[in-house]
């Protein structure tokens, strides 16, 4: 944990914030975040997986000013995503990794695609 040489109720309010982010992301981040739901679809099971970033930063500050008197103050922000990287398909003859180029319209053709190769009577879609 951070810890804040400065002194005050907005260090404290940053430090509970900072420990409730962090609480946060453990809670949501697990393997069921990054492996998806499998999709089974005429015996061929395709398992998505996803690439999850973030960041994000807390920062806090006092000072005093000769013509302003004393201050405090402090901020935080924070971004993340999710971007489709992979699907696992699984085949009565095996498992193969398809790596996707471009995201989630790439994720569709490939479960349109493959779904269209084991479907009765159905060709691939163009590529």
Do not use: H, Q, Y
Not at 11 to 21: A, T
Not at 40 to 63: D, K, Q
Not at 84 to 95: L, R, S, Y
């Amino acid at each position: 944990m951070l810890r804040f040489t400065l002194k005050g109720a907005i260090v404290k309010d940053m430090e509970s914030l900072f420990g409730r982010v962090i609480s946060e992301i453990e809670r949501i981040l697990n393997t069921k975040t990054v492996v998806g739901d499998p999709i089974t679809v005429e015996g061929t099971t395709l398992i998505p997986v996803v690439s999850v970033g973030f960041g994000f930063g807390v920062g806090a500050g006092e000072g005093t000013d000769p013509k302003k008197g004393a201050g405090s103050g402090g901020g935080t922000g924070g971004g993340g995503g999710v971007k489709p990287v992979a699907v696992i398909i699984v085949t009565k003859d095996g498992v193969r990794v398809e790596s996707l180029k471009s995201g989630a319209g790439s994720l569709l053709e490939k479960v349109a695609d493959v779904a269209a190769k084991f479907a009765p009577g159905s060709k691939p879609a163009p590529s």
